[in-house]
DNA sequence: TTATAGATGCAAGCGTATTGCATGTAGTAT
DNA sequence: ATACTACATGCAATACGCTTGCATCTATAA
């Protein structure tokens, strides 16, 4: 057991969730990625892992994990969920319309921006959503 | 035929789109509304109106509509898509996390975030969505 | 009025996501 | 080490959003 997936089990077991071999391998696999991953991508990669986990169990390991706070749940224009380390500095996405690359993007002061919406019409703001689309830096030649 | 119906009918043609009364009644609704309706919204005001789209046809007419630029696709992290008429400045959107409801914001600088992106990474950015999530104003009591 | 390109209805089909139930297993008690 | 139990998984069925093929219908222009 290496010292990353001995993370992983700790940080199911601080979640009460159980540390079972596909749920190690999904932690890990967020653990080693900034792609934001859809479940069939995750399946992949345990089956790779030789772990054969059915897509009915991907997908509940996402939503487990989501509900605990481990990930969270992101949406790229496309018809299906992404899922990504929810324990990162909150950040958003640059999405190349060309191939496809996702590039995080961090240091956005969007909280000027929401105090200014909080002080015109009263919301309430505790989240938002983020994307670029555009073309990445070797799509432009 | 009142006016709005008249302006529909002419927008329409000027993209070269047949007028059916599917569409006329597609047309008005976005224009009568800020709220940007889904599929399923679309198909139950068009047969309140006495007109019986299949499904189908409302996928295609949102679809139509969007390639030839009088409406947009956007997303608010749920697993459909909503449109709305393009042809608004370009502005983003509150979604009340207690009771749903979708107010429409304007005046966001991106701008200035998209240039300091592009600056920094090369990234070149043609679009961005943004979205924020709370609580509206009589929710937060 | 007729001809025709284009729009619609219907049904089949695809991909994502959820769920019920029987079985398997991680964590724990013995 | 063994047995127990709550929880996790596999499998199949199901739901839902969305697309597509094809026959039929119709808005538009000749
Ligand atoms: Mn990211
Ligand atoms: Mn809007
Ligand atoms: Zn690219
Ligand atoms: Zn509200």
């Keep these: 057991m290496n010292t990353r997936q001995h993370n992983c089990k700790e940080e199911l077991q601080e979640t009460e ?23 069939q ?17 991907v997908f509940r390991i996402v939503n487990t994990f989501t509900q605990k706070g481990l990930t969270k749940q992101i949406q ?14 909150d950040h958003h996405h ?10 995080d993007i961090s240091d956005c002061n969007i909280e000027a921006i ?5 002080q015109k019409k009263g919301l309430l703001i505790k989240r938002h959503r983020l994307e ?4 990445c830096k070797s799509c432009q030649r």
Tied chains: 1, 2.
């Design 17 to 39: 969730l159980r540390a079972t071999p596909a749920r190690i391998a999904a932690m890990r696999y967020f653990e080693q990625t900034d792609k934001p991953a859809d479940v």
């Design 41 to 57: 991508m995750l399946k992949t990669y345990l089956h790779k892992q030789k772990i054969k986990a059915d897509s009915a169990t």
């Design 76 to 89: 790229l224009n496309e018809n299906k969920f992404r899922y990504e380390l929810a324990d990162k500095i």
């Design 94 to 103: 640059f999405i190349c319309d060309n191939c496809g690359t996702i590039e």
């Design 114 to 118: 929401e105090k200014e919406i909080n």
């Design 132 to 135: 670029f689309f555009g073309l």
